[in-house]
């Protein structure tokens, strides 16, 4: 670089870089018009070795001379600028010195030495190892900055750096200068701002002070995208800000390292309740970054992730977000959730929804583009949805074949920007949009016809198996059927169903298609599927016979018409499980990519423990300064996977590793506001969840945690899991009934559940830990609930004894 020194105004994008976290956010607001006091950088080449080129004095003395004729008499400060210092995950608040009140040419070449040796004192070195990660000052630029002869001087941090609640700014503030405050010689007084209305709280000489730094700090917050703790001076009744940084303690954690916990950044509700079922494994750096790079191109709401919010390598969604969008337009919550909860699960008793201080007028500008954006997209969408099913599986093979003969970067650069990466937009906005319609028609007449003719005849009516055709969810197990009726080849069913599994969107992991032996491992564990297949389905049909029956004694138009409404309604769960599979297909193609990229770079499978921004740089520039970080993301992901099932529903600021510590602890809700106690069931022998299929039946438990695990379910035991996606379909022709953790009434498990007529229950939250492989319950699928009749004791002998340990005892 040529510039050694440069003022606020002259700092480029490039020139931040160097200019150290104060220099660069102070030169930034400076340029945006904020009040902030004249000052320049010196930037670390100038300072290499504690030693100033006489022309770098020179710039220095040009630089103060300006300041000077503007500002006779002024005095100055002269700052630690570090490359590292006041990032989200480190502030270095205090460690390094600072020197106030530098009048003279003398004073200032003192102040800089005493500034720039600070790096180098112990309890910076200490400080080093304490934040852990690639946090250390790497060199150090120094601010030098015209003083303020403060009347009041403070900090105002835009969030409570405890709980992290946007409700209210929270500031403190001294008489004089600042250094006070920092280094607690004086008592400070405190004062509140309310938002979004900006409604002050605290003594009456600092009320239009705060309500101007309330003005610039929803702005800074705004431009920066986090919460910021914001250092400022005022005299004369003007307003000056020294400083702005993010607040450190609302850190998501630290990129390099893959210590990724998005709860930390604020009080929010997350639940994983349906985003948790198909995105079900602990995920590695390259797979989450795929998922919040969709998100990005995705989303409406700036900082909403509906498929990527990270908690120790686990996928959450942010609910408080939209839900307080809603709310900021004047729409009341409690039917919004309603609405919500056949996806997203209802929120716990006891629990609380905290809510984001969105204001009106802000939202509109900043939704607008993005909803225009939107609209058009999912436009696009529907209307190439039956194209984007029909052409996939083909494209997808012939990418798989391009990408095997590509030998370059250059080559790989391309076919991801011109085809790979399109076709994943595309293939997510058919998923959640395009499909969405279809299935909003579904949920809309399933609700109306339940009023008519209760849930269970309105499940069984609509379900598709009993009509003669069938969901793609359930087309890996009714395909290893067809295969074991020699109905369909081990080809066939390789090149429809291959790419679906337990882990679809975990890339690091094979599919079922890259596994010789998979197909072989599955005919040999379920030879008796056609017979069980056979049983469900003819079940079903004698259901749905016995149902219509009793709707053409109900209603009052023609049986024609009402077959034709219901055919047309069941379209729904048949096109959004078409698209989903597809969209899959297309997203394990990533895979293929990134095991190319590691191929090309000569690093193998620690590809996937770098981020897809990563590979990008490296095949556009050639560099791979990001594998010294791989060492230390692999420790990170593998005490993410030694963390207990993380509970499905959590309320704000919340640490895993602590929380596995407390034996005391809910597995099923986490709320960080309330006792353990209230959040509790009081009825210690009775679960509740979702109503997933209806159905009641009384049998034994098999809790299983993989579905490799299958193998132990015995015909007409109730199958019992954390969560349950399409890599969990062979095993419930076998199971009377279906438990799950996770899930919701309209998430896949359920939906594959009642197109088998298997009864089940879902979001039950605590379920696979409350219960034990041999208790003995009832599972009343219709309302939700399952009753503990006997806890554990069944032996294997006795369920071995017992072929059909599972007994329907009512319909």
């Not at 917050?221 to 703790?229: A, L, M, R, V, Y």
């Not at 370059?408 to 920007?417: D, F, G, I, V």
């Not at 088998?756 to 939250?765: D, E, R, S, T």
């Amino acid at each position: 670089m040529a510039s050694k020194v440069a003022g606020f105004q002259e700092i480029t994008p490039q020139l931040r870089e160097h200019a150290g976290g104060k220099g660069a956010m102070l030169s930034l607001l400076y340029q945006q018009g904020y009040p902030v006091p004249e000052g320049f950088v010196v930037f670390p080449e100038a300072l290499q070795g504690g030693v100033l080129e006489e022309a770098v004095q020179e710039e220095i003395l040009a630089q103060l001379s300006a300041i000077r004729s503007k500002h006779p008499g002024a005095a100055f400060a002269v700052r630690s600028s570090g490359l590292g210092e006041d990032a989200a995950g480190a502030s270095f608040a205090g460690e390094f010195e600072s020197v106030l009140g530098v009048e003279t040419d003398d004073q200032l070449w003192a102040a800089l030495d005493t500034v720039y040796q600070s790096q180098y004192a112990e309890r910076v070195q200490i400080y080093n190892s304490s934040v852990q990660g690639d946090h250390e000052v790497r060199s150090m630029a120094v601010v030098i900055q015209r003083m303020i002869p403060s009347e009041l001087s403070g900090v105002l941090f835009t969030a409570d750096p405890v709980t992290g609640s946007r409700l209210e700014m929270q500031g403190n503030y001294v008489h004089g200068l600042g250094e006070q405050l920092v280094s607690g010689e004086a008592n400070a007084v405190l004062f509140t701002v309310s938002q979004p209305k900006g409604r002050y709280k605290g003594p009456p000489e600092c009320k239009k002070i705060a309500t101007r730094l309330y003005r610039y700090a929803r702005r800074i917050e705004h431009q920066t995208g986090c919460p910021q703790d914001i250092e400022w001076a005022a005299v004369q009744g003007k307003v000056y800000l020294l400083q702005a940084r993010p607040i450190t303690t609302l850190s998501a954690g630290n990129l390099d390292r893959f210590e990724c916990n998005d709860s930390m950044t604020g009080d929010f509700l997350w639940t994983n309740t349906n985003v948790g079922e198909s995105i079900a494994d602990v995920l590695t750096p390259l797979s989450w970054s795929f998922l919040r790079a969709l998100d990005e191109e995705h989303n409406v709401i700036p900082g909403h992730y509906l498929l990527s919010g990270n908690i120790c390598g686990r996928v959450y969604s942010n609910i408080s977000l939209p839900v307080s969008v809603f709310s900021a337009f004047g729409l009341k919550v409690k039917p919004i959730l309603r609405q919500m909860s056949d996806v997203f699960g209802s929120i716990p008793e006891g629990a609380s929804l905290p809510k984001y201080p969105y204001k009106k007028l802000e939202l509109i500008r900043t939704l607008l583009p993005r909803i225009v954006y939107s609209t058009r997209r999912t436009r696009q969408a529907v209307r190439n949805l039956p194209q984007f099913v029909k052409e996939t599986p083909e494209w997808c093979k012939q990418i798989r074949m391009r990408l095997e003969d590509i030998g370059s970067r250059e080559e790989l650069l391309t076919l991801w920007e011109r085809e790979l990466w399109p076709r994943n937009i595309a293939a997510l906005w058919a998923a959640l949009e395009g499909a969405s319609a279809p299935m909003q028609k579904f949920v809309k007449f399933k609700k109306k016809l339940s009023k008519q003719l209760g849930s269970g005849d309105a499940e069984i009516l609509l379900s598709s198996i009993s009509g003669g055709t069938e969901l793609e969810s359930l087309g890996p197990v009714l395909g290893i059927s067809r295969i074991l009726k020699n109905e369909m080849s081990h080809e066939e069913y390789l090149q429809k169903y291959g790419h679906r599994g337990p882990h679809e969107f975990e890339l690091s992991i094979p599919e079922p298609a890259e596994d010789e032996l998979w197909l072989t491992r599955q005919l040999e564990q379920y030879g008796d599927l056609p017979l069980q297949v056979k049983e469900l389905v003819n079940h079903q049909q004698q259901l749905y016979d016995a149902a219509w029956k009793r709707t053409e004694a109900k209603i009052s138009m023609r049986p024609e018409q009402l077959r034709r409404r219901i055919q047309s309604a069941a379209e729904g769960p048949k096109v959004r499980e078409a698209v989903r599979s597809e969209w899959t297909r297309v997203f394990r193609l990533n895979r293929a990519f990134a095991l190319k990229a590691g191929k090309l770079a000569g690093i193998g499978e620690e590809v996937f423990f770098l981020y897809l921004d990563e590979i990008l740089k490296w095949l556009a520039e050639g560099d791979l300064p990001m594998l010294q970080h791989v060492a230390a993301r692999k420790e990170t992901y593998t005490k993410y996977q030694a963390l207990p099932p993380l509970p499905s529903v959590i309320r704000g600021r919340f640490d895993p590793f602590l929380w596995s510590k407390d034996p005391a602890r809910r597995v099923d809700a986490y709320d960080s506001e309330a006792p353990v106690q209230a959040l509790r069931s009081m009825d210690a022998d009775v679960l509740r969840g979702f109503p997933g299929a209806a159905g009641r039946v009384e049998g034994v438990v098999r809790v299983l945690a993989t579905p490799a695990e299958g193998e132990q379910l015995l015909p007409g035991e109730i199958l019992v899991a954390a969560k349950t996606n399409v890599g969990w379909t062979l095993c419930f022709p076998k199971a009377a009934a279906i438990i799950t953790d996770i899930g919701a009434p309209l998430s896949h498990a359920a939906i594959v559940a009642r197109e088998l007529g298997i009864p089940a229950v879902v979001g039950c939250g605590d379920a696979s830990v409350r219960l034990k492989t041999g208790d003995r319950v009832v599972v009343d699928g219709a309302g939700g609930s399952i009753q503990i009749i006997s806890g554990s004791g069944g032996d294997r002998a006795k369920l071995e004894e017992d072929k059909n340990p599972g007994i329907m005892i009512g319909e």
